[in-house]
Protein backbone atom coordinates (compact mmCIF):
# COMPACT_ATOMS: atom_id res chain seq x y z
CA UNK A 1 0.00 0.00 0.00
CA UNK A 2 1.38 3.12 -0.47
CA UNK A 3 -0.27 6.85 0.08
CA UNK A 4 0.81 10.58 0.40
CA UNK A 5 -1.10 13.31 2.07
CA UNK A 6 -0.23 15.86 -1.05
CA UNK A 7 -4.02 17.18 -0.91
CA UNK A 8 -3.60 18.13 2.63
CA UNK A 9 -0.34 19.65 2.62
CA UNK A 10 -1.03 21.78 -0.97
CA UNK A 11 -4.15 23.33 1.16
CA UNK A 12 -2.28 24.12 4.01
CA UNK A 13 0.34 26.02 1.31
CA UNK A 14 -2.71 27.64 -0.27
CA UNK A 15 -4.06 28.71 2.39
CA UNK A 16 -0.87 30.38 3.95
CA UNK A 17 -0.26 31.64 0.58
CA UNK A 18 -3.69 33.84 0.86
CA UNK A 19 -3.61 34.87 4.10
CA UNK A 20 0.00 36.57 3.46
CA UNK A 21 -1.67 38.21 0.12
CA UNK A 22 -4.26 39.30 1.94
CA UNK A 23 -2.80 41.09 4.86
CA UNK A 24 -0.28 42.57 2.61
CA UNK A 25 -2.66 44.23 0.47
CA UNK A 26 -4.61 45.41 3.50
CA UNK A 27 -1.28 47.23 4.54
CA UNK A 28 -1.05 48.45 1.15
CA UNK A 29 -4.26 50.03 0.63
CA UNK A 30 -4.21 51.45 4.37
CA UNK A 31 -0.95 52.88 4.63
CA UNK A 32 0.63 53.19 1.60
CA UNK A 33 -2.87 54.37 -0.88
CA UNK A 34 -4.60 55.32 2.39
CA UNK A 35 -7.92 55.00 0.80
CA UNK A 36 -9.72 53.58 3.62
CA UNK A 37 -12.23 55.75 5.87
CA UNK A 38 -12.06 55.00 9.44
CA UNK A 39 -13.32 54.33 12.08
CA UNK A 40 -14.58 51.08 10.50
CA UNK A 41 -17.46 49.55 12.62
CA UNK A 42 -15.89 51.96 15.57
CA UNK A 43 -12.48 50.93 15.38
CA UNK A 44 -9.84 52.69 13.80
CA UNK A 45 -7.06 51.29 11.25
CA UNK A 46 -4.74 51.25 14.14
CA UNK A 47 -6.63 48.33 15.73
CA UNK A 48 -8.36 46.73 12.70
CA UNK A 49 -4.12 46.05 11.80
CA UNK A 50 -3.45 44.52 15.55
CA UNK A 51 -6.40 42.39 15.02
CA UNK A 52 -6.00 41.17 11.42
CA UNK A 53 -1.77 41.05 12.14
CA UNK A 54 -3.05 38.33 15.08
CA UNK A 55 -5.20 36.38 13.21
CA UNK A 56 -2.92 36.32 9.97
CA UNK A 57 0.35 34.96 13.00
CA UNK A 58 -2.26 31.84 14.25
CA UNK A 59 -3.25 31.06 10.37
CA UNK A 60 0.84 30.58 9.90
CA UNK A 61 2.24 29.68 13.37
CA UNK A 62 -0.82 26.04 13.27
CA UNK A 63 0.93 24.13 11.07
CA UNK A 64 4.09 24.25 13.19
CA UNK A 65 2.40 24.43 16.61
CA UNK A 66 0.17 20.92 15.62
CA UNK A 67 3.77 19.87 13.45
CA UNK A 68 2.04 19.49 10.75
CA UNK A 69 4.13 17.11 8.08
CA UNK A 70 4.40 15.81 4.54
CA UNK A 71 4.28 11.90 5.11
CA UNK A 72 4.40 9.69 1.91
CA UNK A 73 4.12 5.57 3.19
CA UNK A 74 4.98 2.36 1.20
CA UNK A 75 5.00 -0.94 2.17
CA UNK A 76 5.17 -2.39 -1.18
CA UNK A 77 8.28 -4.31 -1.25
CA UNK A 78 10.86 -5.94 1.15
CA UNK A 79 10.33 -2.78 3.09
CA UNK A 80 8.09 -0.17 5.41
CA UNK A 81 9.21 3.21 4.00
CA UNK A 82 8.31 6.68 5.27
CA UNK A 83 9.08 9.93 4.00
CA UNK A 84 8.15 13.20 5.50
CA UNK A 85 9.14 17.35 6.01
CA UNK A 86 7.33 19.94 8.18
CA UNK A 87 4.87 21.58 6.41
CA UNK A 88 4.87 25.06 7.46
CA UNK A 89 5.33 28.03 5.44
CA UNK A 90 9.77 26.91 5.66
CA UNK A 91 9.73 23.73 5.23
CA UNK A 92 11.79 21.69 6.38
CA UNK A 93 14.61 19.11 6.23
CA UNK A 94 13.40 16.31 4.33
CA UNK A 95 13.68 12.67 6.50
CA UNK A 96 13.24 8.95 5.68
CA UNK A 97 12.78 5.93 7.83
CA UNK A 98 13.28 2.58 5.66
CA UNK A 99 12.79 -0.83 8.15
CA UNK A 100 12.74 -4.28 6.55
CA UNK A 101 9.72 -5.92 7.69
CA UNK A 102 11.70 -8.69 8.99
CA UNK A 103 13.31 -6.31 11.39
CA UNK A 104 9.78 -4.03 12.59
CA UNK A 105 9.63 -4.39 16.06
CA UNK A 106 6.10 -2.49 16.31
CA UNK A 107 4.78 1.10 17.03
CA UNK A 108 3.66 3.30 19.34
CA UNK A 109 1.05 6.12 18.64
CA UNK A 110 1.32 9.69 21.30
CA UNK A 111 -0.86 12.97 20.70
CA UNK A 112 -0.70 16.07 22.52
CA UNK A 113 -2.18 19.81 23.01
CA UNK A 114 -5.86 17.81 23.67
CA UNK A 115 -5.09 15.05 20.67
CA UNK A 116 -4.12 17.75 17.96
CA UNK A 117 -0.67 16.69 17.53
CA UNK A 118 -0.59 12.77 16.81
CA UNK A 119 2.94 11.42 16.49
CA UNK A 120 4.31 7.86 15.55
CA UNK A 121 7.24 6.26 16.64
CA UNK A 122 8.56 3.03 15.04
CA UNK A 123 10.49 0.67 16.48
CA UNK A 124 13.02 -1.78 14.48
CA UNK A 125 15.37 -5.12 16.26
CA UNK A 126 19.01 -4.41 15.92
CA UNK A 127 21.39 -6.60 16.83
CA UNK A 128 20.20 -7.57 20.70
CA UNK A 129 17.53 -4.98 21.32
CA UNK A 130 15.25 -2.24 19.33
CA UNK A 131 15.96 1.17 18.15
CA UNK A 132 13.56 4.09 18.11
CA UNK A 133 13.22 6.26 15.31
CA UNK A 134 12.09 9.85 15.92
CA UNK A 135 8.55 10.45 15.81
CA UNK A 136 6.79 11.23 13.16
CA UNK A 137 4.01 13.87 12.82
CA UNK A 138 0.64 12.21 11.16
CA UNK A 139 -1.72 15.22 12.75
CA UNK A 140 -1.85 16.15 8.94
CA UNK A 141 -3.26 12.76 7.87
CA UNK A 142 -6.66 12.82 6.80
CA UNK A 143 -8.21 9.71 9.27
CA UNK A 144 -8.81 7.46 6.86
CA UNK A 145 -5.22 7.73 6.29
CA UNK A 146 -4.40 7.71 10.16
CA UNK A 147 -6.74 4.24 10.14
CA UNK A 148 -4.89 2.57 6.90
CA UNK A 149 -1.30 3.31 8.00
CA UNK A 150 -2.40 1.54 11.40
CA UNK A 151 -4.15 -1.63 10.13
CA UNK A 152 -0.73 -1.53 7.57
CA UNK A 153 1.64 -1.39 10.70
CA UNK A 154 -0.43 -4.25 12.70
CA UNK A 155 -0.05 -6.53 9.93
CA UNK A 156 3.67 -5.80 9.80
CA UNK A 157 3.91 -6.64 13.84
CA UNK A 158 5.64 -9.98 14.81
CA UNK A 159 4.20 -12.17 16.81
CA UNK A 160 5.06 -12.89 20.06
Partial sequence: MTFDNTKQIIS???????ATV????????????????????????????IIL???????????????????????DDENIVIKYFNAGIGGGKK??????KSAFAGYNTESSLFGLDKSLILF?????GVAKYPPV??????KDQRDKLIRSLNEHIPAT
Avoid: C, E
Avoid at 12 to 18: A, K, Q, T, Y
Fill in 22 to 49: FILAYLAIVYLIGRTKFPFLGMSDTVWT
Fill in 53 to 75: IVIYLIIVSLPVILNHQFISYSD
Fill in 12 to 18: IRIRLFV
Fill in 95 to 100: NSIKIY
Fill in 124 to 128: QKVGQ
Fill in 137 to 142: HISALS
